[in-house]
């Protein structure tokens, strides 16, 4: 239940009392907010009978700490005296670790496809308004009455201490968690890619695989198995017996809910056909969707909403080897070792790659990502940040690399003790949302003429056009009366 920055700190806090004369530090920083970086920083420093060896891709990190750089080169380790800046003086090609340049590690995202009624980059997609969430057992709410909004054009960064409440927010909006108080709205179209904070945990249950294979593996039933088998999508046992409510038809008859088999535009909205218990196929009837909330079906329509979204974006994709192998190229992985190599055997970097490619393979509108840039190096951190500028998707992250958010994201939601606040542009234009008030405009449009009245304005403009050559000269000529 601890968030990632605690379980860091617990690690780091078991290896201090272990009173080590070497300390083996793979990632320290991943997870840690700055306040605690810097911490860490000072405690490293002060001990001065302990040999520190560190893995990092944190530059800042590095300079502040090492007094030794052990490089690799060649298949082999060789060591300079000084910090990270003094090495990139002997070793001008290190500068990429300072930079977000993308020079041999290239991304590249699959284009979202079209949302129906999305016309605007602006139009919001996601909303969350009042919520508040509590986790069981805990007497102060994570998240208290938070309202935010999103669109296809927003680049938002997510910043706070650790246990503040980020990835809470995070697992609201994507479904993962429902508030207590407060309401949750997406298009039901959107299809969300998401990358966990411990993102390794996509990947625990099938560490025999190779990538390919999982991606196969995720995608084969023509959904995201991922999406279908979250613990929220499940009924719950008050859920399920709100499936025997009986539902009063337009004839007075009683029927109840079985499942739902279709879904269709209605106006601003859309109707479900329902298939009725004990009833065959040719007694379906459509419902609007707005009754069917009001009856309290919503567990059952965003499980068929997510199905089908994921199923739209399968239907662009060819789940081949082939294209599969191209598809984990395009997010920096070796084509060989996506298709050869288990995912046991995997560096935490070419994880953090496969996941990032499981969860754009098909097409999703929105990409969450919680802590990205941990594991990856510089090479790939840059790739990845210019895949994010160029894609046409909304992006939110949480991060406690200033540098990357800086670089992509113009709006930042801080948070704080379950609070937040907004800085930065927003990109949604609120009223844009389909339940929003619009003032009515009333447009007098041009009555098209008949053939008739057409001849009699020509008629009208000949006689006009005599007239004024028989007039006296200089006379000037008559207003055409008749243009409009």
Request: glycine content about 8%.
């Amino acid at each position: 239940s601890l968030s990632g920055g605690w379980k860091m700190k617990l690690e780091l806090a078991r290896a201090m009392l272990m009173n080590a004369d070497i300390l083996l530090l793979d990632e320290p920083t991943n997870h840690l907010d700055v306040a605690n970086i810097k911490w860490l920083e000072d405690y490293l420093i002060s001990q001065t009978n302990v040999t520190s060896i560190i893995v990092s891709h944190d530059s800042g990190f590095l300079d502040n700490v090492c007094t030794n750089i052990l490089h690799y080169e060649r298949k082999k380790l060789k060591m300079y005296k000084g910090n990270l800046s003094e090495f990139v003086k002997v070793k001008p090609e290190a500068k990429s670790y300072y930079t977000l340049a993308a020079t041999t590690v290239k991304f590249e995202f699959p284009k979202p496809s079209f949302l129906v009624g999305v016309k605007s980059n602006t139009k919001a997609i996601m909303k969350m308004t009042g919520c508040t969430y509590t986790y069981p057992g805990s007497a102060k709410p994570s998240m208290n009455n938070v309202s935010v909004q999103l669109s296809l054009s927003s680049r938002v960064g997510v910043i706070g201490p650790n246990g503040a409440g980020k990835s809470t927010m995070i697992k609201l909006l994507t479904g993962e968690a429902f508030p207590q108080e407060g309401t949750v709205w997406r298009h039901p179209n959107l299809r969300i890619g998401y990358v966990a904070q411990h993102a390794f945990h996509h990947l625990e249950q099938h560490l025999e695989k190779t990538p390919n294979a999982y991606i196969q593996w995720r995608y084969q039933g023509g959904a995201d198995r991922e999406v279908l088998e979250k613990p929220t999508v499940a009924m719950t046992p008050e859920e399920m017996e709100q499936m025997e409510t009986w539902v009063i038809g337009g004839d007075g008859s009683k029927r109840q809910v079985e499942q739902i088999m279709g879904r269709q535009k209605l106006k601003k909205s859309y109707q479900y056909e329902i298939k009725w218990k004990n009833h065959v196929h040719k007694f379906n009837t459509w419902m609007p969707r707005e009754k069917l909330l009001e009856l309290g079906f919503d567990k059952l329509i965003r499980q068929f909403d997510d199905r089908e979204a994921s199923r739209e974006g399968l239907g662009y994709r060819d789940l081949s080897p082939a294209s599969i192998r191209k598809h984990l190229e395009d997010v920096g992985l070796d084509g060989d070792i996506a298709d050869h190599n288990m995912i046991s055997g995997l560096s935490g970097g070419q994880k953090v790659k496969v996941v990032i490619a499981a969860a754009m393979w098909n097409n999703p509108h929105m990409l969450v990502l919680d802590e990205p840039t941990n594991y990856l190096d510089r090479e790939s951190l840059g790739g990845l940040a210019v895949a994010i500028r160029n894609w046409g998707g909304s992006v939110i992250m949480i991060s406690h690399n200033t540098e990357f958010l800086g670089a992509l994201c113009p709006e930042t939601w801080t948070v704080n003790a379950g609070v937040l606040t907004i800085n930065g542009k927003t990109a949604v234009a609120e009223s844009n949302f389909e339940d929003s008030e619009k003032p009515i405009v009333v447009v007098n449009k041009k009555k098209k003429k008949s053939r008739n009245q057409i001849k009699e304005q020509e008629v009208r403009r000949r006689l006009r056009h005599l007239e004024w050559l028989a007039s006296d000269k200089g006379t000037p000529h008559p207003a055409d009366t008749d243009s409009d």
